[in-house]
């Protein structure tokens, strides 16, 4: 079974804090994707890699950045985390190449991040 | 740009009736992934699809691709309570990115 993991189930930081969020993947998987997951808006891209020290922007980057310095973990940073971050933080990976396979994903357990 | 719209938002179903779910788009779709998101969980992949007119069975769920390949649809037959869940379709869109359905929020009364 493929296994994604997330360094925290819940956090709580301050409003300007340096946030880490953490993610790893056992399955030798090329791709890992960032995402936030918000009632009404449903799941929105962050950022995603699709090799080690490669990233790529999605839809809404603004205030954050990642790190890939190993194939199997891909961190998440707030630079200074704002209450409007306050959401559900999904990572995800997938296997293949784009267009070698398919595409399915596999997510981990996701973080709740609230910044008061 | 491309979107892909899911039908109905919510559902609530007894227990035994049938369910289903549905993802449609004005663009010609390459494939279609199928998630459930079980209440505090995170989405679990289902199924892809890729094929036009293509029709796949896990247990008691039915998945299909439409012919022209612009909807799909899950289909589950007698629903139990662990069918709760949110249900959502994907697609790629461009390299390395996807669009998601916003989900069929699934109620099952015992």
């Known amino acids: 079974d493929v296994k994604v993991t997330q360094s925290s189930r819940y956090l709580v930081k301050r409003t300007g804090e340096k946030v880490f969020l953490e993610c790893v993947q056992d399955?030798?998987?090329?791709?890992m994707f960032w995402y936030r997951q918000d009632p009404g808006l449903g799941l929105r891209l962050i950022y995603f890699?699709?090799?080690?020290?490669m990233k790529e922007k999605g839809d809404i980057p603004e205030g954050y950045s990642v790190s890939r310095e190993k194939k199997e973990r891909f961190s998440l940073i707030l630079e200074s985390a704002s209450t409007n971050q306050t959401s559900m933080y999904l990572c995800?990976?997938?296997?293949?190449?784009w267009g070698q396979g398919s595409y399915e994903q596999y997510f981990g357990p996701g973080t709740r991040l609230t910044v008061t | 740009g491309q979107q892909v719209m899911q039908i109905p938002q919510y559902q609530h179903v007894q227990e035994g009736e049938d369910f289903t779910t549905y993802c449609n788009s004005s663009?010609?779709?390459?494939?279609i992934q199928w998630y459930k998101q079980r209440p505090g969980g995170h989405p679990v992949f289902l199924i892809q699809?890729?094929?036009?007119?293509e029709v796949k069975k896990q247990k008691r769920l039915t998945f299909q691709f439409g012919e022209a390949k612009k909807n799909s649809s899950l289909h589950i037959t007698a629903t139990q309570t662990t069918d709760v869940g949110t249900y959502f379709c994907?697609?790629?869109?461009?390299?390395?990115?996807?669009?998601f359905g916003t989900g069929t929020r699934l109620k099952v009364l015992a």
């Open positions: 399955m030798d998987h090329e791709n």
């Open positions: 890699s699709y090799d080690v020290k």
């Open positions: 995800a990976s997938s296997p293949h190449r």
């Open positions: 994907a697609t790629t869109s461009g390299t390395y990115k996807y669009i």
């Open positions: 699809l890729v094929k036009s007119g």
């Open positions: 663009t010609t779709l390459s494939n």
